[in-house]
């Protein structure tokens, strides 16, 4: 009942933080100057008149606002105001593969990448790898993404031609927009990890496991790796959101036809049921993966008491 409740709560608060981001996009899409049909070319004033009666804009801000979270409660993000007959769910699953893709292998990457160097350097504190690993997770965490992206390619697509500029079409075409996508979080998971692991290298429970005859085989996958990773669970949600956003723009220069063009464009055209869409998608997507995080804190360390904290 405690594991059911703890659920229950978790969940509550993620449909309260959707109905906040869906009301705060909303309001702030309707505070952007102009709307999806201002451009160069000045639109016949009737013409421009069917278009609001026919998208709704022309009924008042209220009104629009309650109809399009009637909608959200179906499960209908609308129809793209900039596209004919797009619908916003259709254009939405017809993009976000690549994105899925990109998304889930910088994540493994990550993980992988990162507690292995954070092991590393915990296990060889203050010699060479420590140093080396840790002035790679300064870079890692100093550099944005967008300039690791744009030095990648013009060293390993352009000078050396090992890679492909640009393209999502086969395992080669990973390589790049994985490696500058995922930088920044191998290097916050290896500064957690190396952190974390030192603490509980020096731990009594260590001592005890040694005295007993333990193998370091045994030391280090039962007690060491497993509370060294904590951190990196807590990290898990955070971590998903900043390779989900950091997506929209390494899908751009990498020209991964993605869900993260598609919002881009959106954004340069003012099409409102799109960029609103995607927004609530991606923020279905970090809520989901934060909920999943929380579930999976309190698994990983009995310490944890469901109703919050840990045990004294």
Not at 15 to 23: A, K, N, R, T, Y
Not at 50 to 56: A, S, T
Not at 191 to 220: C, F, N, P, Q
């Amino acid at each position: 009942m405690g594991m059911v409740r703890y659920i229950a709560n978790k969940f509550f608060y993620m449909l309260v933080s959707l109905f906040v981001l869906i009301s705060a996009t909303f309001f702030l899409m309707k505070a952007i100057p102009g709307d999806p049909f201002t451009s160069e070319k000045k639109i016949p004033p009737e013409i421009k008149a069917r278009l609001y009666e026919q998208y709704g804009l022309d009924k008042p801000l209220y009104h629009q606002y309650f109809k399009y979270l009637g909608e959200i409660a179906q499960g209908d993000l609308g129809v793209s105001m900039k596209r004919l007959n797009q619908d916003v769910t259709h254009l939405i699953g017809q993009t976000f593969s690549a994105s899925l893709k990109l998304g889930l292998i910088a994540i493994l990457v990550s993980v992988i990448v990162g507690v292995f160097l954070g092991m590393m350097a915990a296990l060889y504190h203050r010699k060479f790898i420590d140093s080396a690993a840790m002035v790679l997770a300064v870079l890692g965490i100093a550099v944005p993404s967008f300039v690791v992206a744009s030095l990648l390619q013009y060293v390993f697509a352009y000078k050396f031609h090992m890679f492909p500029v640009s393209g999502f079409k086969g395992p080669m075409y990973y390589v790049l927009p994985v490696t500058a996508l995922s930088a920044q979080p191998i290097a916050f998971i290896a500064r957690l990890t190396r952190s974390s692991m030192l603490e509980v290298l020096h731990a009594d429970y260590i001592k005890t496991a040694k005295a007993k005859g333990l193998s370091w085989a045994a030391i280090l996958s039962r007690h060491v790796l497993r509370n060294g990773i904590l951190p990196v669970v807590t990290y898990m949600g955070p971590m998903t959101a900043n390779i989900v956003t950091g997506s929209v723009v390494i899908e751009q220069i990498f020209g991964v036809g993605g869900i993260g063009k598609q919002f881009v464009e959106a954004i340069g055209v003012r099409d409102y049921t799109v960029i609103m869409g995607i927004t609530i998608f991606y923020g279905v997507l970090l809520m989901v993966a934060r909920f999943i995080t929380d579930i999976a804190y309190v698994f990983i360390d009995p310490r944890i008491k469901l109703s919050g904290g840990k045990e004294g």
